[in-house]
């Protein structure tokens, strides 16, 4: 009886272990994220985000919060050569005979970074692409790289995170469940409330991202 019961759990275990190597299998693999966070612009998005929005602004058109401090200075972003953006960043205005305002970052921040935020500059003006990236800077663990719902972490919820490729929700109902979380929404408790962490900018951003990766746009 003993070594049957042994039997019994051993095929037990086996048919467990499988299961959770298909789960795993049919996720993102790590490589595949690990590639995706790598890229240059979202790297460049965070330093962004860390060290350059409280004056440009999310949208990098000059409307932030310490806007005002500057008087008339136009701290919008424009579109400028990657060479002439490279300068401006290491050395400051000062140094490219701009504001004296915009700080040198080449003590701050390292080669790498610099480059990285440089390639975010040349979009952060368009709301797709910043949108992407708050979806990858923030999503992509449950929801997959591509919103298919098959992201790392996906195998550990059930329900299975949403298949945002096929979602039939309209914007705002997107935009609602973002800041407010699934459970406000009757919808699964593990989609956290994200308007505690991202702005309404963000979410928004986030939303128009979330309309191309539908299936069939």
Same mark, same amino acid.
């Given at each position: 009886?003993?070594?049957?019961?042994?039997? %019994?759990? *051993?095929?037990?275990s086996?048919?467990?272990?499988s299961?959770?190597?298909?789960?795993?299998?049919?996720?993102?693999?790590?490589? %595949?994220?690990?590639?995706?966070?790598?890229?240059?612009?979202?790297?460049?998005?965070?330093?962004?985000?860390?060290? /350059?929005?409280?004056?440009?602004?999310?949208?990098?058109?000059?409307? *932030?919060?310490?806007?005002?401090? =500057?008087g008339?200075?136009?701290?919008?972003?424009?579109?400028?050569?990657?060479?002439?953006?490279?300068?401006i960043?290491?050395?400051?205005? *000062?140094?490219?005979g701009?504001?004296?305002?915009?700080?040198?970052?080449?003590?701050?921040?390292?080669?790498?970074?610099?480059?990285?935020?440089?390639?975010?500059?040349e979009l952060?003006?368009?709301?797709? #692409?910043?949108?992407?990236?708050?979806?990858?800077?923030?999503? %992509?663990? /449950?929801?997959?790289?591509?919103?298919?719902?098959?992201?790392?972490? #996906?195998?550990?919820?059930?329900?299975?995170?949403?298949?945002?490729?096929?979602?039939?929700?309209?914007?705002? =109902?997107?935009?609602?469940?973002?800041?407010?979380?699934?459970? #406000?929404?009757?919808?699964?408790?593990?989609?956290?409330?994200?308007?505690?962490?991202?702005?309404?900018?963000?979410?928004?951003?986030?939303?128009? =991202?979330l309309?191309?990766?539908?299936?069939?746009?």
């Amino acid at each position: 009886m003993r070594q049957a019961l042994t039997k %019994i759990l *051993a095929a037990l275990s086996i048919l467990l272990c499988s299961s959770a190597a298909a789960l795993k299998a049919d996720s993102d693999s790590r490589e %595949i994220v690990s590639a995706e966070l790598a890229k240059p612009v979202i790297r460049g998005a965070i330093v962004f985000k860390n060290y /350059c929005v409280l004056c440009h602004g999310e949208r990098g058109d000059g409307l *932030a919060r310490s806007a005002k401090l =500057y008087g008339v200075v136009n701290l919008a972003i424009r579109k400028l050569d990657e060479e002439y953006l490279q300068k401006i960043v290491r050395k400051g205005g *000062a140094g490219v005979g701009r504001s004296a305002f915009m700080p040198m970052w080449k003590a701050e921040l390292s080669e790498e970074q610099i480059n990285d935020v440089v390639s975010y500059l040349e979009l952060v003006g368009d709301n797709v #692409s910043r949108g992407e990236v708050v979806f990858k800077t923030n999503c %992509i663990l /449950c929801h997959g790289i591509t919103g298919n719902g098959k992201g790392r972490a #996906s195998h550990l919820f059930d329900p299975r995170p949403a298949d945002l490729t096929r979602s039939d929700k309209n914007d705002d =109902y997107k935009r609602m469940i973002i800041t407010t979380g699934g459970e #406000s929404m009757g919808r699964s408790a593990a989609m956290p409330a994200w308007g505690e962490q991202l702005s309404p900018q963000e979410i928004g951003d986030a939303v128009n =991202y979330l309309r191309t990766l539908l299936v069939g746009n």
